[in-house]
């Protein structure tokens, strides 16, 4: 009876101190800190519109600033231009590779957002049919990587495919698509939503979302070390927030479309098509990760193998902390 009287307080205590500390994330600054944050016109990642408003209450503001490609956030917020962005699950090994240390990655943010799609009626149900395809392909980019990493498990030969690289944004993918210039394109949303919509694409059978090298992950939130390491409470609280917003966005499925439709400039139509393949997920699959950096350095993407070092670039410390799980269950060996 003492043994379990025992065991019984040390769990209220546990328990005690764990909400103590949720309470202690969630006060105020004591003096006001501004931060910086590279936001880019992808699905899941407008929900990070409302970051500003979540995060106001603890004494910080958000100043957004726009960028066309994740690899230009990824510049900046390696240089310091930057204190917090999300971009693929790529990039940190790209900057990894070319000598950064300045990147370090704190949240998931989910999978699907990235997509195939076919001329409407031309479907391509087994990854053997793409031998006679063209494939249109933006290189280097997570859908690349995504497809690149299926063909290989479905037992084909991606040097072998007619492959076409489309220079340029989503809507050229379209065009090449409609041209019959490609048969198949390897993009993103909201531009596979814009041709299902629109009447002239569809779905291919196969998902190239579902790879064991690559999985689903759609990006990362990041933060600059340097700016982590002088505002460690604010980056919790950025962390904490982040969390709020993803699953209000998850609850509120219409509030999400409107706010993406209106930042991209897109009809309601087209954002809900862009979000209803798009999962929402804090989890930071850092096996997965690694994994994507040793597929980069096989296939000659970058020019040293650093999956060895890739868990240095990562912390479970903040996101552990917002949701009360542990490492293994924030994906860490996933």
């Not at 390696?78 to 971009?87: E, K, M, R, Y």
């Not at 933006?138 to 063909?151: N, Y």
């Not at 629109?198 to 939130?221: M, W």
Request: net charge positive; proline share 4%; glycine share 10%.
């Amino acid at each position: 009876m003492k043994r379990a009287a025992v065991v019984a307080a040390a769990v209220l205590l546990t328990a005690a101190s764990a909400l103590a500390q949720g309470d202690a994330i969630r006060k105020p600054l004591p003096t006001s800190l501004k931060v910086k944050m590279g936001m880019t016109n992808v699905p899941a990642l407008s929900p990070l519109w409302l970051l500003p408003d979540y995060v106001g209450k603890y004494n910080i503001q958000i100043e957004n600033v726009m960028f066309q490609r994740f690899a230009d956030a990824r510049t900046a917020l390696a240089s310091g231009d930057l204190d917090i962005t999300a971009f693929g699950p790529q990039d940190i090994t790209l900057a990894v590779a070319q000598g950064a240390k300045s990147l370090v990655g704190v949240a998931g943010v989910g999978s699907g957002n990235d997509c195939l799609i076919v001329r409407k009626g031309d479907d391509v149900k087994d990854w053997k049919q793409l031998a006679d395809k063209k494939i249109g392909i933006g290189a280097g980019s997570i859908s690349w990587l995504k497809f690149a990493a299926s063909v290989t498990e479905n037992g084909g030969d991606y040097g072998k495919l007619k492959i076409t690289n489309i220079v340029g944004g989503g809507a050229n993918y379209l065009k090449a698509l409609q041209g019959k210039e490609i048969d198949l394109a390897v993009v993103w949303q909201p531009f596979c939503a814009q041709g299902i919509t629109e009447g002239f694409a569809q779905y291919p059978t196969i998902d190239h979302n579902r790879s064991k090298a690559v999985g689903g992950l759609i990006s990362v939130l990041a933060v600059n070390r340097g700016f982590m390491e002088k505002n460690h409470d604010a980056v919790q609280r950025l962390v904490v927030a982040y969390i709020d917003v993803l699953q209000y966005a998850q609850a509120n499925p219409q509030r999400w479309l409107k706010i993406y439709a209106e930042k991209a400039g897109l009809p309601e139509a087209i954002a809900a098509e862009s979000i209803r393949i798009t999962k929402l997920d804090a989890t930071l699959p850092l096996a997965s990760i690694t994994r994507i950096s040793k597929f980069l350095s096989d296939n000659g993407v970058i020019t040293r193998d650093v999956s060895g070092e890739i868990a240095q670039h990562y912390t479970f410390e903040f996101l552990a902390k917002a949701t009360g799980k542990s490492p293994a269950e924030l994906g860490q060996n996933q």
